[in-house]
């Protein structure tokens, strides 16, 4: 390379790196404002999640065109990977790059993904702007990236065939079938315009090139970049036990969740930057569907990040990292008077960025978060908001207030009085842990409020019962001492009803030396299990579906399969809190199939894309005023496979879907919800 080419080149790359340094250095500025929270632990755990969920697309490869998305990847990879020798050999042409510059299989390789990379993006071009899904944004900046990307890949191939047709052969590439390509078409130019012409495309690349690093940390293609970050430090806790406890004896806690952007913690900052607004989130969020203001998507891809653009740019300027109270005095030569700086600093995150209605739409279904394929965590975020609205300022709506003061009273959000919770049980002969006394229980059969007190759950605690005692399990259960397990009080912000309900619980529980549990609900399951822990509560939970599929594989429940049963088709429903939460899809299932005459369909969204029955997060205490009822939805989606019956096997979504049964047939098209528990205890 001519000293001249070598200087513009040196000052060029110089330039590139400081530019792409400068607006990287900025985006962490403003993640740096977010709270503390320790994400570096299991630091083995953590790299073989990044491994399979980047370099593995785990999560993508699970859909039908994932393995498209995963060569595309890949794909890319080799591209940044090829950039090496290309640029390189140039600059230092004496040097020669093991393997990069040397292997026919890696040009090979790099080729076939090149090339569908080059095909994906049609594919990509064609489903965004002729097709255009709603879930995906026609934007710019899209526009600007897929142009960028095939000058990067275009200029490569061009430059290098040209370089092949001057030296005639050349063994790393004698594989490349691009490279081969293009040297054809340049057979018969002479030396001198194909040297004019390499040197002349090669430069046109490399500024193709820089310019692509310097724009995406510069646009919200800067996810590229968040991605890997986001998914090494993604929670390694289970879903459902990732919301963090509060320290409600802290003198020095002056707000509780939060009301403030710069409260969320650093990880919850980074998710905005990583998310690539793929809507995978929104085209499955029940309360997006179904006309809410709540859209996942939006919430974090713009909401929250141009808030925290906007504001941090203003606290990063001032040198502040908080809003707070305590830096009251200090900022109020900013927050007073109508500047647009004060009118930023002013700005509530809760009312003036996000509003209230969103937050509470949320039924903590989780399928946003399951779905996402950066690792994103949105459910925190908006129970974190919830805290603050319940705990800081006690604005929130009445029916949740009243549920909470049941709790308080009666320990249950129905209100009935808690000396009834065991009335369900009474001519069955079940023993409550308490008059079992000194004798030994092995299961503890946890009812739950719902199954305790509402008519309809009360008839699957009583199956259940029935079907333990036919097996011989050796359980017994809390009667009056059990008290709600506080799921949803937990879910709709208020940590310190929560703490009371699980201190009470647990005391209770290791009291009796409680071991196991066997649940119904698994709302509860989900807290008993994933929630308990951090508060010193440590329990094998189990739900009566996993239960009674082990009783029978293990043979201590025969089923009498010459029971004569209904034909019937039977379309099932996902409870969100065992499918999503736990990840247990099959046992439910299984105990359908066992059924004779039962014929087990599936609902168009079904496993960890289940549509919510609308009840979780409380929920199931508040009116739902806007939009479609959630439930009507999932009654449509069930009744248009024209089944004899649902089944399902959560009390709340029995609930929800009997309401919706009700709102959308007569009583002659009715159709029955079934819990597995219903069927199986008639073959015993
Ligand atoms: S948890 Fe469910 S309802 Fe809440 S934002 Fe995610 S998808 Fe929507
Ligand atoms: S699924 Fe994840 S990456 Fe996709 S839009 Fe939602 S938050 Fe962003």
Redesign the pocket.
């Known amino acids: 390379m001519p000293t001249i080419e070598l200087i513009v080149f040196l000052i060029i790359t110089v330039l590139t790196v400081l530019l792409f340094v400068q607006a990287v250095s900025k985006k962490l500025k403003f993640i740096r404002l977010g709270a503390k929270e320790n994400r570096s632990d299991h630091p083995g755990k953590r790299f073989a999640n990044f491994c399979a969920n980047v370099l593995g697309q785990r999560k993508l490869l699970q859909e039908p065109y994932g393995v498209i998305h995963f060569f595309i990847f890949w794909g890319f990879i080799f591209i940044a990977l090829g950039e090496i020798p290309f640029i390189l050999e140039r600059v230092f042409p004496n040097i020669t790059i093991p393997i990069l510059g040397t292997s026919p299989y890696f040009y090979l390789i790099k080729e076939i993904l090149s090339s569908l990379v080059f095909i994906g993006l049609i594919v990509g071009i064609v489903r965004r702007w002729i097709v255009r899904p709603a879930r995906l944004y026609l934007s710019v900046e899209a526009a600007l990236v897929v142009i960028l990307i095939y000058g990067v890949i275009i200029t490569e191939w061009l430059t290098s065939g040209a370089r092949l047709a001057l030296m005639g052969s050349h063994h790393a590439y004698s594989l490349d079938f691009i490279y081969n390509l293009v040297a054809g078409f340049f057979a018969g130019t002479s030396a001198e315009s194909l040297t004019t012409t390499i040197s002349f495309l090669w430069w046109i690349h490399v500024i193709i090139l820089y310019s692509f690093a310097v724009y995406i940390p510069n646009s919200k293609h800067l996810h590229i970049l968040a991605t890997p970050f986001n998914s090494y430090f993604a929670s390694l806790k289970p879903a459902g036990g990732q919301i963090e406890p509060m320290n409600l004896e802290d003198e020095n806690l002056k707000e509780y969740g939060v009301g403030r952007i710069e409260n969320f913690t650093w990880k919850q900052l980074l998710d905005s930057f990583a998310c690539g607004e793929c809507g995978r989130?929104m085209d499955?969020?029940?309360?997006?569907i179904s006309g809410k203001p709540?859209n996942?998507k939006e919430l974090l891809s713009r909401t929250l990040k141009d808030h925290l653009l906007e504001k941090g740019a203003v606290m990063n300027k001032l040198g502040i990292s908080s809003t707070g109270e305590e830096n009251a005095e200090a900022l109020k030569p900013y927050t007073t008077g109508y500047s647009e700086t004060a009118q930023i600093l002013n700005k509530k995150l809760i009312g003036d960025i996000v509003s209230r209605e969103e937050i509470w739409s949320?039924?903590?279904?989780?399928?946003?978060?399951t779905l996402c394929p950066v690792s994103n965590e949105?459910?925190n975020k908006?129970i974190d908001m919830r805290r603050y609205e319940v705990m800081n300022e006690n604005n929130y709506a009445h029916e949740l207030q009243l549920a909470f003061r049941n709790v308080e009273a009666k320990y249950n959000p129905w209100g009935v009085s808690w000396s009834e919770r065991a009335s369900w049980a009474k001519d069955l002969g079940v023993q409550t842990m308490k008059e079992a006394g000194d004798q030994e229980v092995e299961y503890l059969l946890w009812v739950g409020c719902a199954g305790s007190f509402d008519d309809r759950a009360k008839k699957v605690s009583v199956a259940i019962a029935k079907i333990l005692k036919a097996a011989g399990v050796n359980f017994a259960i809390l009667g009056r001492e059990e008290k709600c397990c506080g799921d949803f009080i937990r879910r709709a912000g208020n940590e310190y009803l929560f703490g009371l309900m699980v201190k009470d619980n647990i005391n209770t529980l290791n009291n009796y030396k409680v071991k196991k549990i066997i649940t119904a609900c698994p709302h509860c399951l989900n807290t008993l299990k994933n929630d308990y822990p951090a508060f010193g509560g440590n329990y094998e939970v189990i739900h009566h579906t996993q239960f009674i599929n082990d009783l029978i594989k293990s043979g201590k429940l025969t089923l009498n399969k010459n029971v004569e049963m209904p034909k019937q088709k039977i379309v099932y429903h996902d409870s969100c809190y065992l499918g999503r939460y736990q990840q247990e899809f099959e046992a439910p299932r299984a105990l359908y199939r066992m059924v004779p005459g039962v014929e087990l369909i599936e609902m168009d969204r079904n496993h960890n894309k289940s549509f919510?029955c609308g009840a979780g997060g409380g929920r199931m205490w508040l009116e739902e005023d806007i939009g479609e009822r959630i439930n009507n939805m999932r009654v449509d989606q069930a009744l248009a496979k024209e089944p004899q019956a649902i089944g399902a096997n959560c009390p709340y979504c029995i609930t929800m879907l009997e309401d919706g049964i009700k709102d959308k047939t007569d009583a002659e098209h009715s159709v029955p919800v079934i819990d597995p528990a219903e069927l199986i205890v008639k073959m015993i």
């Not at 499955?284 to 997006?288: F, G, I, L, Q």
């Open positions: 989130c499955n969020c029940p309360a997006n709540l996942p949320c039924t903590t279904c989780m399928a946003c978060q949105h459910v908006i919510c």
